[in-house]
């Protein structure tokens, strides 16, 4: 196929999604104000949830249509940084001090639980190619403990939130619940649609340029399926709800490795997926790990000032992170 068709292919899927975006956002404020549950667990749960939906879908099929676990290992690992960068970005355009200063320490725990199943999914690489662990498995033990580490996170989250955020002097929504998990189960179904015609496209995009699929999945189709994240937090942004945007994003990175991983291996049949990705995704989550302990001290150090008017240093450096990264991801690959 045309590279200019696939390319038009390529912004229509992300038009899609960012369309889509902006309204689960929304919905799960409301969802967030009526039940009481605070939006730093309602950005986790349930839309980090559904704006990682496109990498669910991407990495499915992926692997099942595709016959490609490097461009899904890529989409998720690449993923977690550019929603990284998206901290960084947001930063940019908040104009009351720095954003991370409006973030609850809460936020803290979702960030080191993340460091914590980043490194998991890096040591499942290294260990099943560079000591043959548990070799022939259908599913390999570690992705079963990524899994576990995943369900504990959220728990942990889940004790950790309760009574601690009140939304009760929130104003009113005028939508109603029942409107608000309609709105929600539209626009999450809308993206993962979306999602799998990114798959198709990355892949077509590989082919025509001669790119690996490991830089592809962590480059393009990162970026793509990490459009939610981005729209979902500049919306939540705009409500006045950065709690709700942070939390989003930090929380999309622990669905990424705890769950969507898991589910990668499940749905490859031809033995564990950690042994055939390619092991620039090791390096890839050490730079997420990196840019996460800099939103971690960002948020441990509050009361800062703005050094400069467009910036602070935090995401000066979560930028910086990014472009370097990147730049050796592609001389690696």
């Not at 899927?13 to 969802?31: H, K, N, Q």
């Not at 662990?133 to 079963?144: D, K, R, T, V």
């Not at 480059?219 to 939610?228: I, N, V, Y």
Request: charged share 10%; net charge negative; hydrophobic share 55%.
């Amino acid at each position: 196929m045309d590279a200019t068709l696939l390319w038009v292919q390529l912004a229509a899927a992300a038009g899609i999604i960012l369309f889509a975006a902006t309204f689960m956002a929304g919905s799960a404020d409301v969802i967030a104000i009526r039940t009481g549950l605070g939006r730093t667990f309602i950005g986790v749960v349930m839309l980090a949830t559904a704006t990682s939906l496109p990498e669910l879908g991407t990495g499915v099929s992926s692997i099942v249509w595709l016959d490609e676990p490097d461009l899904a290992a890529g989409d998720a690992f690449g993923s977690n940084v550019f929603n990284l960068l998206i901290i960084g970005l947001l930063d940019f355009f908040w104009r009351n001090g720095p954003l991370l200063n409006r973030v609850s320490a809460g936020a803290v725990l979702i960030a080191g639980l993340g460091v914590l199943v980043i490194g998991l999914a890096a040591a499942s690489i290294f260990l099943h190619q560079e000591l043959d662990f548990a070799s022939g498995s259908f599913i390999s033990p570690l992705s079963i403990v990524i899994l576990a580490a995943f369900v504990a996170s959220m728990w942990i989250l889940y004790k950790s939130e309760q009574g601690n955020e009140d939304t009760s002097d929130e104003p009113e929504p005028d939508t109603s619940m029942q409107r608000a998990f309609v709105v929600y189960g539209a626009s999450a179904t809308t993206v993962v649609v979306a999602a799998i015609w990114l798959a198709n496209v990355g892949d077509g995009l590989a082919e025509e340029l001669s790119l690996e699929r490991s830089f592809v999945g962590t480059q393009f189709l990162a970026l793509s399926t990490s459009l939610p994240e981005l729209a979902a937090s500049i919306a939540a942004i705009r409500i006045g709800a950065p709690e709700l945007a942070i939390s989003n994003v930090l929380g999309s990175n622990l669905f990424n490795m705890g769950f969507i991983l898991f589910v990668d291996d499940v749905v490859y049949t031809d033995g564990a997926v950690w042994e055939v990705v390619a092991s620039v995704h090791i390096f890839t989550a050490l730079v997420a790990m990196l840019m996460t302990a800099v939103v971690i001290i960002a948020l441990v150090t509050q009361g800062r000032g703005r050094p400069g008017r467009f910036f602070t240093f935090e995401a000066a450096m979560l930028v910086g992170l990014y472009l370097g990264g990147s730049a050796l991801i592609f001389q690696l690959t």
